[in-house]
């Protein structure tokens, strides 16, 4: 387990390096009595070692559903198309066996809701050295000491005494910090964040935000975090990509979609963040609801609520159309784009 | 723990006592030891004053529960009039014969139930999952007489090669040969193991299932856990909280559910006991079962609480 | 936002078996109820929800053992009140000659010791044990729905005292009570039923008082006592809507129950007395030559056991239509 922090490479460094992570054409569908629901349609990322992409999407956009995937923790009736590799692993061609083995240990999950998230008749620090157990061949101490030195990294006060406790007398935000430090028990290359603070306390959502970022920059991790809060975002991630109805509309690097971004979608999400520094005026929600997954609109998902929709959109579903270097954007009308304003410093 | 088991016994020995007053007065109203005398009257007087004075039939109804109270308290349950023995006799002899079944029918439908909830949990939707729960789902539309009665007809009769005609008139065999005992008893305990292996594989099931959808055993299964520990030691120990408690309860249906079993097979166990203590307006002996019956409940129920406290961390005993 | 400390059914240990009918539950799903499953299978499946009362319509109209159930209790009842139309006998008519009878063209069933014609008399038990299941049920539903609602609804010194008057009726095993009162106090039909009622109402009052709890302490619940609704209005339009289908659940299971405990005590000719005849009493009637004619006994046997399946899978068929949480899973 490393303690040093290992300083963080440039943008370009990290294109430089292959990638840890690459999804091409995952597509995830769902069979219902209704239909099939696709909730993941076509959609291909990168991730590079050490590097935190942010996935941000409204409910139902498809962003915990990919990251599902991904482990292969699907419910049962579930189609899964595509190709991931990861660290040079077919993922989707593995067996149950081999895949149990990368879980927890190469790639780890945190869970929205720390509360369900945690076996409530075991102790939290029994959970943790479990995870250490299947992957380890340590004895039952020493995964125990290891568990309590886990709690201590994540900021647990009193670990030794905590970790004897059943998750019931944790805090909140104690919780999810034994979730990140059951995560990263194993040292993954490849940490999945799905929405690790949105059941929590606004307050407290800030805290273990920093909990998981000193983590991921300490062990040299990649992070993917996915979210629907793209003010967590700024803070911590080095590229986003921005996914709505299945499909995936904007990816770039940070700077990209915060300043320049080149998607209506993500436009109106930008345009929707409250900001406390007072800049503007009224706050934009996003007029209209998701579509229905089982009865797509046809062209663009976004059109109905797009505020620069053209005649073009409803015809097909725009391609993803690389901007410049990372940035790609999927929208029929990027020339049309107006400038950015307002944008959160 | 001590402080909770005594105040749950405080808070449930008067409802025990109120539940007791209420049956007594009940069995009162509706059975009078008298019956047979009022015709022969005035020559049987003496018999007459005789069983007025055992039963205090003089006394206010209402009244007379406490009497009987006392002499519980007192240690005397009374004399059987259908049977001639003292009640607690009775109880002690008859119940042990109960027990005999009773037991073994609460282990067996305990451990089979707890196989099918997690087989069937585990298969949900499969064909073997449709196969025993179509097997449950008949079993529960048994009345436990039906059941037995088939029970006795096809093991009993039908297959007399192999186990012979059960006891029917004399009861258990007298020989207390161990291997015999089991040959007595198989097939009363198989009548009363399928109601409730029924019963609680149901139930079983649908807390296994209930359980298995948690977020918690998506978890376990995110750290790499293989299935099998995922099911026996992540999602069991959550499954069985509900159920031990069910399992709890069960066993005073058991009691409910071996009075007509016995009474089928011949056993000689409380069952019968009662059937004839009702009959014969034997009011002493039914009170003694009664009592016996609510006793066994309250104990069993206290025990459901305290396994429940227990097994769930989140419960505090205090 | 989230509570700390979740303490799901444990002071009330004794209502493990009250189904947990969660929030909106006469609205449709609510984000609350997704929280447990994996966001896929709620995120964004559908825009809006149809109603309640037609997706759970739906829902039952798919599930096919229960839509047999219904079939089949109907079939027999058909069978119980047309059937001895069809036959020239009646069910007490005894014609010593033709005892003992196996079936024929005339006598469908056979006949029994003293003459009487099986298949008149089944259809006549079946109609009775029918008749007194469900009286007894529907008057356990309303006392069980009545107490259930105002221990909940009122709570403190009401609600310990139903929920204590319920734990002194459940602490003799039923069977023996009911052997004790049911001969003295029941001795026709009706008086039967309502014995039966006095001691089956608990697990109806047990699942409304549930309900009924969960429900009080809902928001909406909060905001109309706060716009002055009174507590009638709240009761009929807020409470009763939620109440309805769990109670229709455990009404169809509870006359199950009352069947077999009808019958069981018929059989130990507690019940019904001659010269009426449930089920029961039929199967004790022809226990007597169960060796040489076992079929005689299990004809009755065989009616309840198929009325009672029939009522339970009606009763599973209902569970899963209104309990959004049927597992959708199927490939």
Not at chain 1, 254 to 265: R, T
Not at chain 2, 268 to 295: E, H, K, Q, S
Not at chain 3, 261 to 285: K, R, Y
Request: one cysteine or more.
């Amino acid at each position: 387990m490393t303690d040093t922090l290992a300083p963080k490479p440039s943008d370009d460094a990290f294109a430089a390096t292959a990638p840890l992570l690459k999804a091409d054409n995952l597509c995830v569908g769902f069979r219902t009595d209704a239909g099939t629901v696709n909730a993941v349609s076509d959609v291909s990322f990168e991730i590079h070692p050490g590097e935190v992409l942010a996935v941000v999407g409204e409910s139902g956009s498809g962003k915990s559903v990919t990251a599902l995937a991904l482990m292969r923790l699907h419910p049962r009736n579930t189609d899964i198309t595509g190709d991931v590799m990861f660290d040079g692993i077919d993922l989707l061609s593995l067996t149950d066996a081999q895949m149990r083995s990368i879980r927890g240990r190469d790639i780890a999950m945190i869970f929205q809701d720390p509360m369900t998230a945690l076996n409530p008749v075991f102790t939290v620090g029994e959970q943790i050295a479990e995870a250490i157990r299947i992957h380890n061949d340590v004895t039952k101490p020493q995964a125990w000491e290891r568990s309590v030195d886990l709690l201590q990294l994540v900021g647990v006060p009193e670990p030794k005494r905590r970790a004897a406790q059943h998750p019931h007398e944790y805090s909140g935000g104690m919780r999810q910090r034994a979730m990140i430090a059951m995560a990263i028990s194993n040292d993954p290359k490849l940490l999945i964040a799905d929405e690790p603070t949105t059941a929590l306390d606004v307050t407290v959502q800030a805290q273990v935000m920093e909990v998981l970022h000193d983590v991921q920059e300490a062990t040299g991790s990649a992070m993917m975090l996915i979210t629907h809060d793209l003010g967590l975002v700024a803070g911590s991630a080095d590229r986003v990509q921005v996914m709505y109805a299945s499909r995936l509309m904007e990816t770039g690097d940070l700077d990209d979609i915060f300043y320049e971004s080149s998607n209506p979608y993500t436009r109106a999400l930008l345009e929707s963040i409250p900001d406390l520094q007072g800049v503007k005026e009224s706050l934009e929600p996003i007029p209209g609801n998701p579509p229905s997954l089982l009865n797509p609109p046809s062209g663009c998902a976004f059109r109905p609520r797009c505020f620069m929709a053209g005649e073009e959109c409803a015809g097909s579903v725009p391609e993803l159309i690389t901007i410049e270097g990372h940035h790609a954007s999927r929208c029929h009308r990027i020339s049309a784009m107006p400038a950015p304003v307002g944008v959160p410093s | 723990m001590f402080a909770y088991v005594t105040r749950r016994l405080l808070a449930t020995i008067p409802l025990l006592v109120l539940a007791l007053y209420l049956v007594f007065v009940g069995v009162s109203l509706t059975t009078d030891p008298r019956a047979d005398f009022y015709l022969c009257l005035p020559r049987c007087q003496e018999g007459f004053d005789r069983i007025t004075e055992v039963y205090n039939l003089d006394v206010n109804i209402w009244l007379r529960p406490f009497i009987w109270f006392g002499d519980v308290l007192s240690g005397d349950l009374g004399d059987s009039s259908s049977i001639g023995e003292p009640v607690s006799e009775i109880l002690v002899e008859r119940g042990w014969n109960t027990a005999l079944i009773a037991i073994p029918a609460f282990l067996i439908s305990a451990i089979f139930a707890l196989l099918l909830s997690v087989y069937s949990a585990r298969n949900q939707y499969s064909k073997g999952d449709y196969f025993f729960t179509g097997l449950a789902f008949i079993g529960l539309a048994f009345p436990s007489f039906v059941l037995a009665l088939v029970i006795q007809n096809v093991f009993g009769v039908q297959l007399e090669n192999w186990f012979g005609v059960k006891p029917f008139n004399t009861g258990r065999k007298t020989n207390e040969n161990f291997l015999e005992l089991i040959r007595d008893i198989t097939l009363p305990v198989m009548s009363l193991s399928i109601l409730f292996i029924s019963a609680d594989s149901r139930f079983g099931r649908a807390s296994m299932l209930d359980t298995l959808n948690q977020d918690y055993i998506r978890t376990a299964r995110a750290k790499g856990l293989p299935e099998n520990k995922v099911v026996w030691k992540h999602a069991l120990r959550n499954a069985l909280i509900p159920l031990v408690t069910l399992w709890a309860l069960n066993f005073s249906a058991l009691l409910g559910g071996s009075v007509v079993t016995e009474s089928i097979f011949s056993w000689p166990g409380l069952g019968p006991a009662f059937l004839r203590g009702l009959g014969d307006a034997d009011l002493d002996l039914v009170l003694g079962i009664v009592l016996l019956t609510g006793v066994i409940t309250v104990v069993f129920n206290l025990i459901a609480d305290v396994l429940y406290g227990v097994l769930d961390p989140r419960i505090r005993l205090d | 936002m989230s509570s700390e400390i979740d303490i799901p059914g444990g002071q009330d240990r004794t209502d493990t078996e009250v189904p947990v009918f969660s929030a909106g539950g006469v609205e449709g799903y609510s984000a609350d109820e997704a929280s447990h499953y994996s966001s896929a299978e709620v995120e964004g499946l559908t825009e809006a929800p149809a109603s309640f009362g037609r997706l759970a319509w739906k829902r039952f109209l798919h599930h096919k053992l229960a839509l047999a159930g219904a079939i089949g209790l109907v079939l027999i009842i058909l069978l119980f009140i047309v059937g001895p139309m069809l036959s020239d006998y009646t069910f007490d008519e005894r014609n010593v000659a033709e005892r003992l009878q196996g079936p024929s063209r005339d006598h469908w069933f056979g006949t029994d010791e003293i003459g009487r014609d099986l298949f008149v008399r089944t259809a006549q038990g079946g109609r009775y044990s029918l008749r007194i299941g469900l009286v007894a049920a529907v008057m356990s539903t309303i006392i069980g729905t009545l107490l259930g609602a105002l221990a909940a609804y009122f709570g403190r010194w009401i609600d310990i005292a139903i929920s204590q008057l319920i734990n002194i009726v459940l602490i003799v095993p039923a069977l023996i009570v009911l052997s004790i009162f049911a001969l003295y106090f029941g001795r026709d039909a009706f008086r039967l039923s309502i014995v039966l009622a006095l001691l089956l109402w608990t697990r109806i009052a047990r699942v409304v008082r549930g309900v009924v709890l969960s429900i009080k302490e809902q928001e909406y619940i909060m905001a109309a006592r706060a716009a002055g609704a009174s507590h009638l209005r709240i009761i009929f339009r807020h409470v009763l809507p939620n109440v309805v289908g769990p109670v229709a659940v455990e009404v169809t299971l509870l006359l199950g129950t009352v069947i077999v405990l009808e019958s069981t005590l018929s059989f130990l000719g507690l019940g019904v007395q001659p010269p009426n005849a449930s089920l029961g009493t039929l199967v004790a009637e022809a226990k007597g030559n169960i060796d040489n004619d076992p079929i005689r006994v299990l004809t009755p046997g065989f009616f309840i056991v198929l009325i009672v399946l029939c009522v339970n899978f009606l009763g599973d068929g209902l569970r899963d239509a209104l309990d959004p949480r049927s597992k959708n899973e199927k490939g």
